[in-house]
Nanobody, 120 residues
């Protein structure tokens, strides 16, 4: 079973950037579709981005398209989320998630999250 650990969260001013990392252990990520989600206080969890096995396919939520970039380094068993032009409304706990094989609308494995706070 894969375990996921997010890192890279913190406090940043509006307009700034952060790069989140998601390190996996237990199994290689090479056959997992990976994704990033977030949950702000009092809100439901929100999909942000998804990436296929070999980085050949990506998908983004409209709210982050053009500002966030998902990438993966399979030899390092790590997935990244580069976040630029951050806004106060991006404040949330950010979660990495994975599903083996193909994506059919549901992720099976979740990390514990990392907090991102964007100040105005």
């Amino acid at each position: 079973q894969v375990q996921l650990v997010e890192s890279g969260g913190g406090l940043v001013q509006a307009g700034g950037s952060l790069r989140l990392s998601c390190a996996a252990s237990g199994r290689t990520l090479s056959r997992y579709v990976m994704g990033w989600f977030r949950q702000a206080p009092g809100k439901e969890r929100e999909f942000l981005a998804r990436i296929g096995w070999s980085s050949d396919s990506t998908a983004y939520a409209d709210s982050v398209k053009g500002r966030f970039t998902i990438s993966r380094d399979n030899p390092k068993n790590t997935v990244y989320l580069q976040m630029n032009s951050l806004r106060p409304e991006d404040t949330a706990v950010y979660y990495c998630a994975a599903v083996y094989g193909g994506y059919s609308g549901k992720m099976d494995i979740w990390g514990k999250g990392t907090l991102v706070t964007v100040s105005s």
